[in-house]
């Protein structure tokens, strides 16, 4: 499919400091129950995104399969008012709050079908493929003060460079999360 979109594609993932999104078993409890430490802020005149204000600003958004998987685990389900197409070749699902394409390209004409204009791309694989299709405009990661030694990689091999422009920067007290937004810069 031709690059005609009408839509922003943006991520927004938390990583550790030895770049790994997930543990082996997909487990977040590193990021989403962190140890409690002391950690400084230094101000910034330029901050990063964070979630409350980059949450409301996208719909629709796409996930992988393990991503969505991992989300059927949480206490509630975090995406009652947005569109959700989760990018999957094996999934068979029932479940009507989400749309499964089984390709990029599918995906692709789903997003222009909704009308999407700021699409929330979520899980390393879907990342990597968005990204490695040029289909990734912004891209704010917050690292997480851990080292988890193994995992799942935000970033996989790519067959090209990707340029980015820092667009903001910021650390949070706290949790020691450093968070940095990044424009992708066209080729």
Same mark, same amino acid.
């Given at each position: ?40 802020? +230094? ?6 995104? =964070?979630?409350? @204000?980059?949450?409301? $600003?996208? /719909? !629709?958004? %796409? ?14 389900? +975090? ?6 197409? =989760?990018?999957? @070749?094996?999934?068979? $699902?029932? /479940? !009507?709050? %989400? ?89």
């Amino acid at each position: 499919m031709t690059d005609t979109r009408h839509w922003q594609g943006c991520v927004f993932i938390g990583v550790s400091l030895d770049g790994f999104i997930a543990r082996p078993d997909g487990n977040l409890d590193w990021l989403t129950a962190p140890t409690v430490r002391q950690h400084i802020a +230094p101000e910034t005149t330029a901050p990063a995104l =964070v979630w409350e @204000t980059f949450f409301p $600003t996208v /719909d !629709p958004l %796409v996930m992988g399969r393990s991503t969505y998987e991992t989300v059927l685990g949480f206490d509630e389900w +975090p995406f009652d008012d947005k569109t959700v197409i =989760v990018l999957s @070749t094996t999934l068979r $699902t029932e /479940d !009507p709050r %989400v749309t499964v394409a089984s390709s990029l390209d599918e995906a692709q004409r789903l997003l222009a079908m909704h009308d999407a204009q700021r699409v929330y791309i979520d899980g390393g694989r879907t990342i990597q493929s968005f990204l490695s299709a040029g289909l990734v405009d912004e891209l704010t990661v917050s690292i997480a003060p851990v080292l988890i030694g193994s995992g799942s990689r935000l970033f996989g091999d790519l067959d090209h460079d990707v340029l980015l422009t820092l667009r903001g920067t910021h650390a949070t007290g706290d949790d020691g999360m450093v968070r940095i937004t990044y424009a992708v810069a066209t080729r």
